[in-house]
C-alpha cells in the first residue's frame, strides 16, 4: 500500500489532490476499484474513467483530474517510464519462500553468497559460485563453474549449462536455457550444402552423407542487467564464448546461435534467431521473427522491424525490413508496387487489346 506522495517522490513526477490517499495496485480505467491507481495516461484512455471507480489516476500532464471526478492525480511526462518505475514498487513477487529448500541438491564445492536462496528440486553443480542476494526458483539447475554475480533472479526451470559466466541483477523467465551445445556438424566430404552455398543454386556432385557432430568447447558469458524471457536458449560457443552483452534483454523464444556476439543493450524480441558467428553491435532492436543467417556483422543502433531476415551485413544505425532485409522505406515502396501489379496487369491486357485490334 502506497499513498499517492509516495509514488510521486519515488517516480520523480509531479502530483496533486489528496496526497495522502492510498492505493494498493494499478489497474486499467474501467476496471479500477477506489483501492486502484488508474492507468490513464493519454484522453483515450481517460474517457474509460467513468466506466470505473477509480479515486486516484496517473494522467498525461496537463491534464484536468478535477474534471475527471478523480480526488488525485500523478501527471507523467514519459509514460511508459513512469510506468517502469510504478510496476517496479508495486510487483509482489512469485512468492518463493527464502533460504535453502531440504530437497535441493547442492555440491559440497558449491559457493552460495548471504541471503541467496535455493528453491525445492534445485540442482547446483561442483564449483559454481551464486552471488548475494539470488534467488533460484524450483527445478533450477546451475552446472559444474558457473558463475552467477549479485541479485540474480531465476524463475522456476531455469537451466545454465557448465562453465557460463553471468554478471549481476541477471533475470531468466521459466524454461530459459544456457549453455546447450551449438548446432554444429560436418561431412567428410563436401557436402550438397557447401555447393548449393558456393553456386547459390546446384548441389554438385556431393553424395549423401552422415552427419558429425563438432563439439562446443566455448561457454556462455553474459553481461549486467541482462534479461532472457521464456524458453529463450543461448548456445555455447564452439571455441570462443557466445556473448550476450550488458542491458540487453531477450524474449520468450528468441534463440542464440553459437559463436554470437550480442553488443550492450539490445534487444530481440520473440521469436527472433540469430545463426551462429554472428556480431551484434550495441543498441540493436530486432523485431519478432526476425531471422539472422551466419557469420554476418549487424552495425550499432540497427532496427529490423519484425519477421525480417537478414541475409547480408548491415551496416551501423540503418532501419531494415523485408525478405531479404532492405531498407524499410525502400521495403515500403516494393510493398505498393506489388499492391499495383493486379491493376497494371489490367492495363496491359487492355492496351494489348487497343493495340492488335
Same mark, same amino acid.
Given at each position: 500500500?502506497?499513498?499517492?506522495?509516495?509514488?510521486?517522490?519515488?517516480?520523480?513526477?509531479?502530483?496533486?489532490?489528496?496526497?495522502?490517499?492510498?492505493?494498493?495496485?494499478?489497474?486499467?480505467?474501467?476496471?479500477?476499484?477506489?483501492?486502484?491507481?488508474?492507468?490513464?495516461?493519454?484522453?483515450?484512455?481517460?474517457?474509460?474513467?467513468?466506466?470505473?471507480?477509480?479515486?486516484?489516476?496517473?494522467?498525461?500532464?496537463?491534464?484536468?483530474?478535477?474534471?475527471?471526478?478523480?480526488?488525485?492525480?500523478?501527471?507523467?511526462?514519459?509514460?511508459?517510464?513512469?510506468?517502469?518505475?510504478?510496476?517496479?514498487?508495486?510487483?509482489?513477487?512469485?512468492?518463493?519462500?527464502?533460504?535453502?529448500?531440504?530437497?535441493?541438491?547442492?555440491?559440497?564445492?558449491?559457493?552460495?553468497?548471504?541471503?541467496?536462496?535455493?528453491?525445492?528440486?534445485?540442482?547446483?553443480?561442483?564449483?559454481?559460485?551464486?552471488?548475494?542476494?539470488? %534467488?533460484?526458483?524450483?527445478?533450477?539447475?546451475?552446472?559444474?563453474?558457473?558463475?552467477?554475480?549479485?541479485?540474480?533472479?531465476?524463475?522456476?526451470?531455469?537451466?545454465?549449462?557448465?562453465?557460463?559466466?553471468?554478471?549481476?541483477?541477471?533475470?531468466?523467465?521459466?524454461?530459459?536455457?544456457?549453455?546447450?551445445?551449438?548446432?554444429?556438424?560436418?561431412?567428410?566430404?563436401?557436402?550438397?550444402?557447401?555447393?548449393?552455398?558456393?553456386?547459390?543454386?546446384?548441389?554438385?556432385?556431393?553424395?549423401?552423407?552422415?552427419?558429425?557432430?563438432?563439439?562446443?568447447?566455448?561457454?556462455?558469458?553474459?553481461?549486467?542487467?541482462?534479461?532472457?524471457?521464456?524458453?529463450?536458449?543461448?548456445?555455447?560457443?564452439?571455441?570462443?564464448?557466445?556473448?550476450?552483452?550488458?542491458?540487453?534483454?531477450?524474449?520468450?523464444?528468441?534463440?542464440?546461435?553459437?559463436?554470437?556476439?550480442?553488443?550492450?543493450?539490445?534487444?530481440?524480441?520473440?521469436?527472433?534467431?540469430?545463426?551462429?558467428?554472428?556480431?551484434?553491435?550495441?543498441?540493436?532492436?530486432?523485431?519478432?521473427?526476425?531471422?539472422?543467417?551466419?557469420?554476418?556483422?549487424?552495425?550499432?543502433?540497427? %532496427?529490423?522491424?519484425?519477421?525480417?531476415?537478414?541475409?547480408?551485413?548491415?551496416?551501423?544505425?540503418?532501419?531494415?525490413?523485408?525478405?531479404?532485409?532492405?531498407?524499410?522505406?525502400?521495403?515500403?515502396?516494393?510493398?505498393?508496387?506489388?499492391?499495383?501489379?493486379?491493376?497494371?496487369?489490367?492495363?496491359?491486357?487492355?492496351?494489348?487489346?487497343?493495340?492488335?485490334?
Amino acid at each position: 500500500m502506497f499513498t499517492i506522495r509516495q509514488i510521486a517522490d519515488a517516480l520523480g513526477v509531479e502530483a496533486q489532490g489528496d496526497l495522502e490517499l492510498t492505493v494498493t495496485g494499478a489497474s486499467e480505467p474501467q476496471d479500477a476499484g477506489p483501492e486502484h491507481l488508474a492507468m490513464a495516461m493519454a484522453p483515450k484512455y481517460a474517457e474509460h474513467l467513468a466506466e470505473g471507480n477509480a479515486q486516484a489516476a496517473m494522467l498525461w500532464e496537463g491534464a484536468d483530474w478535477q474534471a475527471l471526478g478523480l480526488r488525485a492525480a500523478i501527471f507523467a511526462p514519459r509514460p511508459r517510464m513512469a510506468m517502469s518505475g510504478l510496476t517496479a514498487m508495486l510487483d509482489p513477487g512469485q512468492g518463493f519462500d527464502g533460504g535453502i529448500h531440504p530437497s535441493a541438491v547442492i555440491h559440497a564445492t558449491a559457493e552460495l553468497g548471504t541471503e541467496v536462496s535455493v528453491g525445492p528440486f534445485c540442482v547446483i553443480g561442483p564449483r559454481a559460485r551464486i552471488g548475494d542476494g539470488s %534467488v533460484i526458483g524450483p527445478q533450477c539447475f546451475i552446472g559444474a563453474d558457473v558463475v552467477i554475480g549479485r541479485a540474480a533472479q531465476l524463475r522456476e526451470m531455469v537451466s545454465i549449462g557448465a562453465r557460463a559466466t553471468i554478471g549481476d541483477r541477471f533475470r531468466a523467465q521459466p524454461g530459459a536455457r544456457v549453455g546447450g551445445d551449438g548446432f554444429s556438424y560436418v561431412t567428410p566430404e563436401v557436402s550438397g550444402v557447401e555447393n548449393a552455398r558456393k553456386s547459390l543454386g546446384d548441389q554438385g556432385e556431393a553424395k549423401a552423407q552422415s552427419w558429425v557432430r563438432i563439439h562446443s568447447l566455448g561457454a556462455v558469458t553474459i553481461g549486467d542487467d541482462v534479461e532472457l524471457g521464456s524458453n529463450c536458449t543461448i548456445d555455447n560457443g564452439t571455441i570462443r564464448d557466445t556473448v550476450i552483452g550488458s542491458g540487453s534483454k531477450l524474449d520468450n523464444l528468441v534463440h542464440v546461435g553459437h559463436n554470437t556476439r550480442v553488443g550492450n543493450d539490445c534487444l530481440l524480441c520473440g521469436q527472433t534467431g540469430i545463426s551462429g558467428s554472428v556480431d551484434i553491435g550495441n543498441n540493436v532492436v530486432l523485431g519478432g521473427q526476425c531471422g539472422v543467417a551466419d557469420n554476418l556483422f549487424i552495425g550499432d543502433g540497427v %532496427v529490423a522491424g519484425g519477421g525480417t531476415k537478414i541475409l547480408s551485413n548491415v551496416p551501423a544505425g540503418r532501419v531494415i525490413m523485408g525478405y531479404p532485409a532492405v531498407k524499410m522505406d525502400t521495403h515500403t515502396e516494393m510493398y505498393k508496387a506489388q499492391r499495383r501489379l493486379p491493376r497494371l496487369m489490367r492495363d496491359i491486357e487492355l492496351l494489348k487489346k487497343a493495340v492488335f485490334k
